[in-house]
């Protein structure tokens, strides 16, 4: 069993991972990547419809800036988010746009004069002005306030992925494809690095670095019927659970898409529902004012997904004989703009449903999309329980999206976070005390422990079948810890996960090969999953109210008083069956934006009892800068800018007005 070393280990070939690795190696530091597949294949190559950057081209995000971006982002998140990092991200997103653009990224563009378009279902002409003609264009998502979502058609991953992995070709950073990060090297306060296996040859070695990071994305597929690919397994997230000294935080924040084609769940993007697409009901009735008079189909994903539910559960859903389904309609938007602007959303109806968008409506239902939880890490990217160890992306929990991340935020937070995190990590190398200090006899303790595992597995006299526990869990997942919760079922869900992770400890393999062998794979990712399970059902029967996408039927109302805080969940032993809950308050006197009605969904919370003392002292810091521009103001309220790395402080500039 090998050992090798660098200085950078970056467990992820998407987005933030590649972005992260860029930015280490840009600063010097020996930067090696892991994926499981090409990264070219990532599952950020499937996300369709636009990345959120306030740059302000198009007539319909006029006016917009950073502080829109921010209060759209904090109310979407239902206040869950940590405030400062919002605001780190919205003021770097306009940079990573325009970063890509320079790399290649094809950003479909605003061209002058008059267009026809769908607003709120009536055909409307929209003017765009002479001096953005050419600018990256923008259209609208939901929960937003502006057009700010850049976009690539309807490919825009697609195209993001491929630019940034060219340029991760480019700087000559080796990745190692077919490859899985299977436990962290740690001495206890510090992590090395990873054990690894090829899941060609089988073999295990050991990668032992100054810094490592968890980028491996999300864990969709915890649940049966889900947006993502088979490759987000949440793998990544569980290794570090399984440290005991890596909290996860906020797991029970899962985020359901309104719109999984129906019965697959493969993704329909909300760029549909932006360009002026309509969800219709059994009688073709457009339900979405009836409940949202705002913001209709684009009020946030957690909220149009509840209604939706509530809809069907009225009688209003249509009948099919694999379930009840809603209809989304995007032919109003015609032939020409579908075939340009959502060409995937066509292909996906044609080859999967052998339908046409244009003239038939779409089977929807609410699919699991996303997860808000993950690796709890500082600002700065690195996990408060284990130094040297970080996480970006849709794995970490860093934390911008709270309880329910904006449509378009995610491939923004994964470049922003891979500039930002980046730059953390190479200022952490450059220190000596970086270096690597574990012994490699440790390194090769922790490599026969996985060796034994796979040799438990592969010669034991296991009788569980992994395939079967995994099954029944996504089941689980998705029947009793989906949409709507109540306590009850969620308690019988923590009941059977337990079961069935006691069951996975006895799981056995019939394929005994070493090497490429998915049964074997299926049967050490299982137990890992299980994990991940009962960190989101423990979160989820522990927060007794609701909170963006975790809703409880039991405790309908957000309450901040009680619940204005971060679920932290740690694996302490390895014989543990429950994860260890513990709370990281959030404190509404550093908030720039205290809790309050996010504009759309449930009018009615508990409020915390300082929000009223916090939005006086925020009215009062305003009414003392009347003269002072909009960075002063925010400045005075939250100071952020510290915590940016000092090549990414300048000021984002627009076409409407001067810096
Ligand atoms: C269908 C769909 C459409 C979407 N559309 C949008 C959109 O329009 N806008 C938006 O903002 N967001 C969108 N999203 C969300 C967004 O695409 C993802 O959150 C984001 O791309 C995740 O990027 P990532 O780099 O964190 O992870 P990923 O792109 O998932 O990459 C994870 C990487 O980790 C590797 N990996 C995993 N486990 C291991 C391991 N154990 N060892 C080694 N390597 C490992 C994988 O091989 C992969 O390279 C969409 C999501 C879906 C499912």
């Known amino acids: 069993m090998k050992i090798y070393y660098t200085d950078v280990l970056v467990i992820g070939g998407g987005l933030a991972g590649l972005r992260v690795a860029l930015a280490t190696k840009r600063r010097g530091h020996e930067t090696t990547i892991l994926s499981l597949v090409p990264p070219k294949r990532s599952h950020s190559a499937a996300a369709q419809g636009g990345m959120q950057a306030s740059l302000a081209n198009v007539i319909k995000a006029s006016g917009d800036n950073e502080d829109i971006h921010f209060d759209d982002t904090v109310r979407g998140g239902d206040w869950g988010a940590d405030q400062e990092v919002v605001r780190m991200f919205v003021d770097t997103a306009p940079k990573a746009a325009r970063e890509l653009a320079a790399w290649g990224v094809p ?40 057009w700010r979502a850049c976009y690539v058609s309807d490919g825009t991953g697609h195209a993001m992925l491929y630019a940034v992995s060219d340029q991760t070709i480019a700087a000559s950073i080796p990745v190692l494809e077919r490859v899985e990060a299977m436990a962290l090297l740690h001495d206890g306060g510090r992590c090395f690095g990873a054990v690894v296996r090829d899941l060609v040859s089988g073999a295990l070695s050991a990668y032992m670095a100054k810094a490592t990071v968890i980028a491996t994305g999300g864990a969709g597929r915890l649940y049966r019927v889900t947006t993502n690919a088979v490759i987000c397994e949440g793998i990544g997230a569980a290794i570090a659970l399984e440290t005991g000294l890596a909290p996860l935080s906020n797991m029970e924040a ?48 957690d909220v149009v997904s509840r209604r939706m539910l509530d809809h069907i559960h009225g009688g209003k859903g249509v009948k099919s004989r694999l379930g009840e389904h809603l209809w989304l309609d995007i032919t109003l938007l015609g032939r020409a703009h579908i075939e340009k602007d959502l060409r995937e959303v066509q292909e996906i109806c044609r080859n999967f449903l052998d339908i046409d968008p244009a003239k038939d409506l779409i089977p929807v239902l609410p699919a699991q999309h996303y997860t808000m939880g993950g690796v709890r890490t500082r600002p700065s990217g690195e996990s408060p329980g284990l130094a040297g160890l970080f996480a970006a992306g849709e794995a970490a929990c860093w934390d911008i999206h709270g309880f329910n991340r904006l449509g378009g935020n995610s491939v923004a937070e994964t470049v922003v976070a891979g500039m930002i995190v980046g730059e953390a990590i190479a200022d952490f190398c450059d220190q000596p005390q970086s270096d690597v200090t574990m012994s490699t006899v440790l390194a090769h303790d922790f490599l026969a422990r996985e060796e034994a595992k796979i040799d438990a597995l592969l010669r ?45 400890r006895n799981i056995g393999v019939r394929t005994k090969s070493r090497g490429a062998n998915s049964e074997l794979v299926t049967a050490y990712r299982t137990q890992k999953m299980l994990k991940l399970a009962l960190c989101v059902t423990c979160g989820a029967v522990s927060r007794t109210e609701s909170r963006g996408a975790h809703f409880r039927d039991d405790f309908p109302r957000r309450d901040d008083a009680a619940w204005l805080k971060r679920t932290l969940a740690v694996w302490k032993n390895e014989n543990d069956t429950l994860p260890t809950l513990v709370y990281e308050p959030l ?55 510290h915590l940016l790395p000092e090549r990414l402080r300048g000021r984002n500039e627009r076409i409407e007005g001067s810096l």
């Open 587 to 641: 404190d509404v006197m550093r908030m720039e934006l205290p809790p309050g009605w996010r504009g759309y969904g449930a009018k009615d919370y508990i409020v915390h009892p300082d929000t009223a003392r916090r939005t006086a002292e925020i009215e009062a810091a305003k009414n003392r800068l009347t003269n002072a521009d909009r960075f002063a103001v925010q400045a005075a309220v939250m100071p952020y800018t």
């Open 460 to 504: 034991g006299a296991g009788t569980e079948d992994a395939s079967l526990l995994r099954i029944r869990m996504q089941e689980i997942m998705t029947e009793k810890v989906g949409i709507i919760r109540t306590g009850a079922t969620l308690a019988a869900a923590v009941d059977e996960l337990q079961t069935l992770l006691i069951r996975s």
């Open 107 to 146: 950003w479909t563009r605003v061209a002058k004069g008059d267009h026809e378009t769908v607003i709120n279902g009536q055909k409307v002409i929209i003017t765009e002005r002479d001096e953005t003609h050419g600018l990256i264009s923008q259209r609208n998502f939901g929960g937003t306030s502006k």
């Open 254 to 301: 899962i985020q359901f898409h309104p719109t999984g084609l129906f019965p697959s769940g493969i993704l329909i993007t909300e760029g549909c529902r932006g360009d002026g697409g309509l969800l219709r009901d059994v009688d073709g009735h457009r339900f979405m004012p009836d409940y949202e008079p705002e913001k209709k189909e684009l009020a946030s994903r």
